[in-house]
């Protein structure tokens, strides 16, 4: 029988979503970050997706300078993946977007595949009291925002990046970014193996159901035959189950507390290292092996880490 494939664990380790007030375990200064990703790293994680800090205030922060110090300590104590966001801002346009992967040229990044109305302005009615001023007004804010990825922004972002070899994490929030995929790959944009992030559970985007995850698996299936990778991301409480049953589908999982803040129902997180065990014994105990950075590089035809600017 063929040995089943290793499972990739990505973790994310603090976002653009979750603001400080809602776990003091969410890491927004450089050493914080530096950190949480490390612990990651040795917990089981071969890919780190980061967005970057104002370490004072814990704002989302595209500015290349918010990642460089935290991007060296991470190259100088793992040998994980480095995969740099160019979704961290909803209101950003796709050049300061992509500025952080252009500056430092990482192994992978992330490419939003449409857009949509990402919100989580639900979350601003569950706190009275914020840790700083900014928060309340940036998740209340989320209602009226349209994550913007136009067919010209991808292309551009592309573009911009296709010198830089980068290995794209497309971030597929709904089945028709599948589709929006399959056009811009027919127009030549985007080299197999692809590697799909099925992002679940975001409202604007699919729900965080099995059947749905079938149903994005098996247009996959249609649209690029075996020339993609597949991982799953699910925000909230559904992040380690549907996780999973991704890992047990034969797809790449994706954890870290950007995505959600709890271990259990109900139980915030301690850290991203945390998430990461616990889905890691889970898929082992399942009968899966996980794989090391350098198998992960193997699976996604990644450049290698010698080829990054940082
Ligand atoms: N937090 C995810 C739902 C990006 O960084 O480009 C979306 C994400 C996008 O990870
Ligand atoms: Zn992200």
Redesign the pocket.
């Known amino acids: 029988m063929a040995r089943k494939p290793k499972t990739i664990i990505t973790c994310?380790v603090t976002?653009a979503?979750h603001t400080p007030t809602m776990s003091d375990a969410l890491p927004y200064t450089y050493d914080q970050i530096a950190e949480q990703a490390i612990a990651a790293a040795e917990a089981g994680a071969a890919i780190l997706?980061l967005?970057a800090r104002n370490p004072e205030t814990g704002m989302p922060s595209i500015d290349p300078d918010d990642f460089a110090p935290f991007l060296r300590r991470i190259k100088q104590s793992t040998d994980a993946v480095v995969n740099i966001?160019?979704?961290?801002s909803l209101t950003a346009t796709i050049q300061q977007r992509i500025a952080p992967a252009k500056t430092f040229s990482p192994e992978m990044c992330?490419m939003?595949m449409g857009s949509l109305n990402f919100s989580f302005h639900g979350l601003a009615g569950r706190y009275s009291e914020w840790k700083f001023d900014w928060e309340r007004d940036y998740v209340a804010g989320s209602e009226g925002n349209i994550f913007r990825n136009t067919f010209k922004d991808i292309k551009e972002a592309a573009e911009t990046l296709a010198p830089d070899r980068i290995k794209f994490e497309h971030?597929i929030y709904d089945v028709g970014h599948l589709y929006n995929l399959r056009a811009m790959m027919d127009q030549g944009h985007f080299a197999a193996p692809i590697f799909l992030q099925f992002?679940m559970g975001?409202l604007g985007g699919i729900g965080a159901d099995v059947e749905n995850l079938v149903f994005l698996k098996r247009t996959a299936d249609k649209l690029f035959g075996d020339q993609y990778r597949w991982s799953v991301?699910a925000?909230g409480a559904a992040q380690i189950p549907l996780a999973v049953t991704a890992s047990q589908m034969g797809g790449h999982v994706r954890v870290g507390l950007?995505?959600s803040l709890f271990i259990s129902r109900g139980e915030l997180a301690t850290s991203n290292a945390q998430q990461v065990a616990k889905v890691r014994r889970i898929i082992e105990d399942l009968g899966n092996a996980v794989a090391t950075p350098d198998e992960a590089r193997a699976i996604l035809a990644l450049k290698g880490g010698d080829q990054v600017r940082f």
């Not at 966001?85 to 961290?88: A, I, K, L, N, R």
């Open positions: 994310a976002g979503i997706h967005h966001s160019t979704g961290g992330s939003n971030e992002v975001i991301l925000a950007e995505d």
